[in-house]
């Protein structure tokens, strides 16, 4: 096949039938991404694997459980022959071929009507590469547009009146446990607003022309501080701009994200919401810790210990966290460890109970202090454990070594 003997094309499949024959992990990769297009997919196979089975289950996709017959095509726009028989395949291409929908034979590019290019998605642009029939040439060449796009990200052109926020969860502060769409997000800001315990290390991958705002900085007392940050969410993005909030972990954990989201919809202002990793699981996750373990703990509850036990503000009912016989990660709570300690042992929580302490996961800094109920304010005093920092506290504690 000679260069420029195709012609690229971005076929919008969503809502449209899409007829893949065969069920093995060729079709498993096809039909997977053809499903996330919003395709209307039609897979004919008696047999398929488990994944796709599961999608068939779940109506993402209609399965004809039996071998291909002429006539699977009618109505489809493009078709899949991605089975290990070559005559089966050699049959759909010859009914596509017939009814004029494009073919894709998964085990002859030469004799296949197109081609699936080795393609990714990355900050709003799709990288989709043919390399003249050599499928690890192409691989290789989007590896190296990626790798491009990383360094030198390319910003998209200007679009008026596009003002938006987007609140982005960036993971416990490595920058590698951002998700790819919080990543994708950073690509299109205008704007970042970031928090301290975001993953700050990205920023230096933005383009030049991007504002970044240090939302520790933003001036107001402690009360006032997120009003202030959501008056300059709301006022960036009525300027017309994209504003990236880039929070720390997930943006609804603890984090007063939705204080955003309602602050952004009060004033009309488009706000889109990308999970994140919370460090409530990354954090003990990173030390060894599990927070869920068969047989150890069938779940995990998550409070913040920014306010003591017995504090006229608290709303956490401890006594019955106690009794509950979950694992508790606790959050905000290095000054207030010891009270709490002491409110779960007095509440009937064995004082023997594995408790750890985990600082600055995800960073270089990572530390973590091991414990039991009765002695873990002391131990966390004695190693100097400041701030940030997560407490698992339950026998799933005590698994690492
Ligand atoms: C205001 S809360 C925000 C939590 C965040 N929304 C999340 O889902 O991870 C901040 C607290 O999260 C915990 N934290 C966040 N990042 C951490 C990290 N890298 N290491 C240890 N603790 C962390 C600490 O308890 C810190 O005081």
Redesign the pocket.
């Known amino acids: 096949v000679t260069a420029g003997s195709t012609l690229p094309l971005g076929l919008r499949v969503a809502g449209r039938r899409v007829a893949v024959v065969g069920g093995g992990p060729v079709a498993l990769r096809r039909v997977s991404a053809l499903v996330a297009a919003g395709a209307d997919v039609l897979l004919v196979a008696p047999e398929v694997e488990p994944a796709l089975g599961d999608l068939a289950d779940r109506g993402a996709l209609t399965h004809a459980a039996r071998p291909y017959a002429p006539g699977d095509l009618d109505g489809a726009w493009l078709a899949y022959a991605c089975t290990s028989d070559a005559a089966v395949n050699a049959r759909v291409a010859a009914e596509a071929e017939d009814a004029r929908v494009w073919c894709v034979r998964a085990d002859d590019a030469a004799a296949s009507t197109a081609w699936t290019p080795a393609h990714a998605h990355t900050g709003g642009l799709t990288v989709a590469v043919h390399a003249e029939g050599d499928p690890r040439r192409a691989v290789a060449a989007r590896e190296a547009c990626l790798a491009t796009l990383e360094r030198e990200p390319v910003a998209p052109v200007r679009r008026p009146a596009s003002g938006r926020v987007v609140l982005v969860?960036g993971g416990?502060?490595d920058p590698g446990l951002v998700t790819v769409r919080g990543r994708d997000a950073l690509a299109t800001a205008d704007v970042v607003v970031a928090d301290r315990?975001a993953p700050l290390a990205l920023l230096d991958g933005l383009p030049d022309h991007v504002e970044v705002v240090d939302a520790a900085k933003i001036p107001g007392g402690r009360a006032m501080r997120q009003e202030e940050i959501n008056r300059r969410l709301v006022a960036e993005a009525t300027a017309g701009r994209v504003v990236v909030r880039l929070?720390?972990?997930?943006?609804f954990?603890?984090?007063r994200g939705y204080e955003e989201v309602e602050a952004c919809a009060a004033a009309g202002i488009p706000v889109e919401v990308v999970p994140?990793i919370?460090?409530?699981v990354a954090?003990p996750g990173l030390a060894g810790v599990p927070v869920t373990h068969r047989g150890v703990s069938q779940g995990f509850a998550v409070a913040s210990g920014h306010v003591p036990p017995g504090d006229p503000r608290s709303t956490v009912d401890w006594d019955a966290l106690a009794a509950s016989g979950l694992t508790l990660v606790l959050?905000?709570?290095v000054d207030t460890l010891g009270a709490i300690a002491g409110v779960l042992t007095a509440a009937g929580r064995d004082a023997d109970t594995p408790v750890t302490v985990?600082?600055?996961?995800?960073?270089s800094r990572q530390q973590a202090v091991r414990a039991t109920l009765a002695d873990a304010a002391d131990r966390v005093a004695e190693a100097g454990l400041r701030?940030?920092?997560?407490v698992v506290v339950g026998d799933v504690a005590g698994l690492a070594s």
């Open positions: 969860g416990p502060g315990l929070k720390g972990g997930d943006p954990v603890l984090g994140g919370t460090s409530a954090v959050l905000m709570a985990v600082r600055d996961g995800a960073t701030p940030p920092a997560v």
